[in-house]
């Protein structure tokens, strides 16, 4: 999906959920790591995390009409912030999502012990001359990239 698709994407969604008009831009932004979406204050854009693609377009849906939740409250100078119950009562009436889903697992460096075979997970590379199993204090090999589940 392109962002000239999201954007009439988050045009047509807005008309139908909240009968009215979306007149800023809606754009994708992979720099987003931890949440769904957001809702600038200062220019009125919504930005989504392209990874919720994956989730289905049902949870991109929901993430949609949550920050479009923002948006129309923003403007109309209601309530527009999660704990504010403008917020819920808007979010709960159009069907939005409250939470995100986690996004996907990055790969790992996987590690393995070669006494025990205890498995280690880690975001970074290990100095394996500096670092020994927690079990055994045996020596450390790098066995590759591993998705951790």
Known sequence: MTNEELQAWVQALSQTAFSMEFSHRAYFNARLRTTGGRYRLADHNIEINPKMLGYGKEVVAGIIKHELCHYHLHLAGLGYRHKDRDFK??????GGS???PAAPKQRKYHYQCTNCQQDYFRQRLVNTDKYVCSKCHGRLALVGLAQKN
């Open 89 to 94: 009562r808007l979010l709960a009436k159009v």
């Open 98 to 100: 409250r939470y995100a």
